[in-house]
């Protein structure tokens, strides 16, 4: 029997929006903000802005930053490994659904 999702899930499924997403899923795959941010047209300061709100969300870190004043992303937590796997099938569903 599968139990039930905790709060923090609940809450995390009813807050996280597209743009959470997208944010998470090009810095994963650019591996630095700014590069991240140009690939969405965003600017640095938002995109990192996103990133927190996503990591506030999920209650856990997912990307393990850069030293000081860097945006270069030294990789993924474990919990952003799953996250990516998964915002990477929601976002190709949506793609797909759009055609």
């Given amino acids: 029997?599968?139990?039930p999702p905790s709060t923090a899930a609940l809450a995390f499924a009813r807050n996280v929006q597209l743009r959470h997403l997208r944010c998470f899923v090009a810095?994963?795959?650019?591996?630095?903000?700014?590069?991240?941010a140009e690939r969405l047209a965003?600017?640095?300061?938002a995109m990192s802005k996103t990133l927190t709100e996503l990591e506030e969300l999920a209650g856990t870190r997912l990307v393990e930053r850069g030293g000081a004043g860097r945006r270069g992303v030294?990789?993924?937590?474990a919990a952003g490994e799953q996250l990516l796997a998964q915002a990477l099938r929601v976002l190709e569903a949506i793609d797909a659904s759009a055609q």
């Fill in 42 to 45: 965003l600017s640095q300061p």
């Fill in 74 to 77: 030294q990789g993924l937590t």
């Fill in 27 to 36: 810095v994963a795959q650019e591996r630095h903000l700014a590069r991240a």
């Fill in 1 to 3: 029997m599968k139990k």
